[in-house]
């Protein structure tokens, strides 16, 4: 029977058609370029589905954007409005665990999510329109690599640590 590695399914050589056991596995994650990577960091994600979730962000701030356009938004309020999520980087002053929480408290999807049905739901464009806004700093910010912060400190994400040890 084939052995379970610790993602709970066999690991299988391609190549070779045998299964390896889960110690024999990279410790590092290769791109397609061959260069080996900084090695992931515990929680965070990494290769193809690191590059699907900071796809997933492009799309998001492109369609958030789009409908901004196209339900005549503002762009001046949309400039203005644009970093207001950023102000909850302050609460890094009361120390990591409750900037990190403060932080993935706005840059969460839940509240966006749930004012865009406020706005829709009774009607009031400048609530609607700041769903959008909030959406598209979102989906930047997940593009640029910026995820959901842990406790430890505001380089430690859930999409990898920001800086020198993961610069992309």
Request: hydrophobic content about 55%; proline content about 7%; glycine content about 12%.
């Amino acid at each position: 029977m084939a052995e379970a590695s610790r993602f709970g399914a066999a690991a299988v050589g391609a190549a070779q058609g045998q299964v390896r056991p889960a110690s024999a596995l990279p410790a590092q994650i290769r791109p397609a370029t061959g260069r080996p990577s900084a090695p992931l960091q515990e929680g965070a994600t990494g290769g193809g589905v690191r590059l699907l979730l900071r796809a997933e962000g492009v799309a998001l701030l492109l369609l958030s954007m789009a409908a901004f356009a196209r339900f005549g938004g503002e762009w001046s309020f949309f400039a203005l409005a644009f970093l207001l999520p950023d102000l909850a980087l302050l609460a890094y002053l009361a120390g990591p665990r409750a900037g990190a929480a403060v932080y993935n408290a706005a840059h969460s999807l839940v509240v966006p999510a749930a004012l865009l049905a406020l706005g829709l739901a009774v009607d009031w464009a400048p609530v609607f329109d700041l769903a959008l806004v909030w959406a598209a700093h979102i989906g930047l910010d997940r593009a640029l690599g910026f995820g959901l912060k842990y406790a430890r400190g505001f380089a430690y994400t859930h999409l990898g640590q920001l800086g020198p040890v993961d610069p992309w």
